[in-house]
């Protein structure tokens, strides 16, 4: 529950972006469902984009900081890539709405600037282990290594999506453990 208006404001507006979209949602429902004025929300955001853009960043920090820290429990880079694949199945089952607004800003080049792009994100955890794992010779990377971040969170999303919508037979737990395999055979050296 919301403490503050402007928190009223982030929570109405990422349940609103997340089950109408973006596009879809007004400033005005978005005031209609914090129970404030449309100028409070212009008085804590520039427009209907900054308000996202604040929303997905606080997303995403929620999401990268339940990265970094599931990923301390690993002690070399295979383990913490199976370990960053579980959590990111985890955080997409406990925090859906987050999740889905991660994934519903992150094609949005209105919202994810180049600035933005420069901030710790998620990604960037990923990237620094599978990095490691290069230079210990576990893993066989192209040269930038966040196309390796895009093959695995490309893969496990559509897992997820698969799951969502009972489109696989197969259990949750069997989804997940044959997501994190395939991963790691791909970056295998």
């Not at 503050?4 to 949602?25: M, N, P, R, Y």
């Not at 066989?140 to 919508?165: C, H, K, N, Y």
Request: with cysteine; aromatic share 8%; charged share 25%.
């Amino acid at each position: 529950m919301a403490t503050t208006k402007k928190q009223a404001i982030l929570e109405t507006a990422l349940e609103l972006f997340v089950s109408k979209g973006i596009d879809a949602t007004s400033i005005r429902s978005i005031a209609k469902g914090a129970e404030t004025a449309e100028g409070n929300i212009y008085r804590h955001f520039k427009s209907k984009n900054d308000l996202a853009r604040t929303i997905f960043l606080n997303c995403a920090t929620q999401f990268r900081n339940t990265m970094k820290e599931s990923v301390e429990q690993g002690s070399g880079p295979e383990q913490q890539i199976e370990i960053l694949i579980r959590t990111i199945f985890d955080f997409s089952f406990d925090y859906q709405k987050e999740f889905s607004f991660i994934m519903i800003a992150n094609h949005r080049e209105e919202i994810i600037t180049k600035e933005m792009l420069s901030k710790p994100l998620p990604k960037d955890v990923f990237a620094k282990i599978l990095r490691a794992g290069k230079e210990r010779g576990v893993f066989e990377l192209p040269e930038d290594p966040t196309i390796a971040v895009a093959w695995i969170v490309g893969m496990v999303q559509r897992s997820i999506i698969f799951l969502q919508r009972n489109i696989t037979s197969l259990q949750q737990e069997k989804v997940i453990d044959e997501t994190v395999r395939a991963s790691l055979r791909m970056l295998k050296a």
